[in-house]
């Protein structure tokens, strides 16, 4: 440990990696397995940000459980009642962390849901909130998700233009669909509405995904030295007898090949990829080639060359559009979405009725205001002067657009997570946040 560290740290005996992290500069994140110290490393930067100066509330320490968030405030007051239990402080340090210790149950050390619902419950108006609104927990949440489900699949039985999904689709499947759509809630939401809500509306933009893929894709198979090669092999040849099998699967190669030259038309692309995976190539007469048996075998080779891309299982996309079985999923689909919005229109009005939020509304509508509003952002980031985030891991996609929020650009986080402990990714946590922060951070020299 630092020997210009406060006196109030040194009861916690810090080895050298957890002292770097403790007094690292402000943005840090700290990579921490099981077992390393990792609340004691976070409490030690607490007690060190204190030391500095800092106002208690302007701290934020971000735990995934509240059962996390009360061992580190016990923690916190335990470094505090032990220093001011020595005899040797002077009356005005005493004063100090006495007034700290007093406060300490008002100290932001919190999950991340709580800190969405002080920020929501400060800015009503804006956020557009009641503000002494209920929050949904979990188990209620889900009892009233499937509410919701069983009564938006009520309101599709009795909805003709719905019926054709019920013959494609099990009800059970269909039950299970909605409720894994709600259990990711606005994302999902969001998404629901900016898909096509017609059949003919959502097979138009497939088949333009899936032309637009075979295009590219073609693009880099004529850019495969290989192929030209091949290519070129093919275009050079002049078969003596045009009866021979291998003649006549030279003549497709050709034919394939001018209608690839210059394609504009997604059908000739389909065309062209269906003449070269139909080739054929055994058999054959050395006679009928000029070279002999040597040109016989490279003529093989250039066919085999251009018929890989296009043939087996791998390559039938690239011949074909979208068929009846397309069709189908897609009306399926569209009575699909219809539904499902129906449910979650369900479950939002119930939440309404209840003035209650579930979590998933507290990040969403936390980020929806940070972003909106610019003087309620500069406001939190003026009330955040440090950023504890434990367990960061476990954070997703959203959270951590939170956190970009309240960090402004400024550098205040201190982030703490191991991307092998990832325990709620059925929560929706995204590992891949946790490793694009890793790299960044490890880029700019400020990973421990």
């Given amino acids: 440990m630092s020997s210009s560290s406060h006196p109030i740290l040194h009861a916690l005996t810090l080895n ?79 004063d100090r962390w006495h007034a700290i210790a007093s406060q300490l149950e008002a100290a932001r ?52 233009h719905l019926a054709g999904l019920f013959a494609e689709v099990e009800e059970r499947r269909v039950r299970g669909v909605l409720a894994t759509l709600l259990g990711k809630g606005e994302d999902a939401r969001a998404l629901l509405e900016r898909m096509p809500n017609t059949p003919e509306a959502l097979l138009a933009a497939w088949e333009a995904e899936l032309a637009q893929r075979q295009w590219a894709r073609l693009e880099e198979i004529m850019a495969e030295p290989d192929w030209q090669a091949a290519r070129a092999t093919l275009m050079q040849a002049r078969p003596r007898d045009m ?30 990829a269906g003449l070269l995976s139909s080739m054929k190539l055994s058999g054959g007469k050395h006679g009928a080639w000029p070279g ?36 189908r999923s897609a009306r399926a689909i569209v009575s699909l979405r219809s539904i499902a919005l129906k449910a979650f229109a369900i ?32 406001h939190w980031q003026a009330e955040v ?24 650009g400024r550098g205040v986080r201190f982030l703490v997570g191991d991307a092998k402990q990832s325990i709620y990714r059925f929560r929706g946590a995204e590992v891949a946040v946790f490793t694009q922060t890793e790299r960044d951070f490890e880029a700019a020299g400020r990973r421990v």
């Fill in 16 to 94: 050298d990696l957890q002292a770097r992290a403790a007094f690292g500069p402000a943005d840090m994140l700290v990579t921490a397995g099981a077992g390393t110290g990792k609340t004691r490393t976070l409490t030690a930067r607490f007690l060190n940000l204190l030391a500095q100066g800092l106002p208690l509330r302007s701290i934020v320490a971000i735990t995934f459980t509240r059962k996390a968030a009360r061992e580190m405030r016990q923690r916190i007051r335990e470094q505090v009642w032990a220093y001011l239990a020595r005899p040797d402080l002077d009356p005005k340090e005493r």
């Fill in 109 to 160: 050390i919190s999950t991340i849901h709580s800190l969405c619902q002080e920020i929501l419950r400060s800015h009503p108006v804006e956020a557009r909130v009641d503000p002494s609104f209920q929050v949904i927990e979990e188990s209620r949440m889900a009892l009233m998700q499937h509410e919701a489900v069983e009564e938006a699949l009520f309101w599709a039985a009795n909805q003709p």
């Fill in 243 to 272: 009866s021979d099998r291998i003649a006549t699967q030279w003549a497709i190669a050709l034919e394939a090949l001018t209608l690839l030259d210059g394609v504009q038309d997604i059908a000739i692309l389909r065309q062209a």
């Fill in 292 to 327: 002999g048996k040597e040109e016989l075998k490279a003529i093989k080779e250039a066919l085999k060359m251009l018929r890989a891309p296009f043939s087996g299982k791998s390559g039938s996309w690239l011949r074909a559009g979208l068929n009846e079985d397309d069709v």
């Fill in 347 to 378: 479950y939002g009005a119930r939440k309404r009725e209840a003035h209650a939020l579930d979590f998933d509304d507290l990040e969403s509508q936390a980020v929806a205001l940070l972003e909106k509003f610019p003087e309620v952002r500069a």
């Fill in 385 to 408: 002067q440090a950023l504890l985030v434990d367990e960061f891991q476990d954070t997703n996609a959203r959270q951590a657009r939170l956190l970009e929020l309240l960090d402004g």
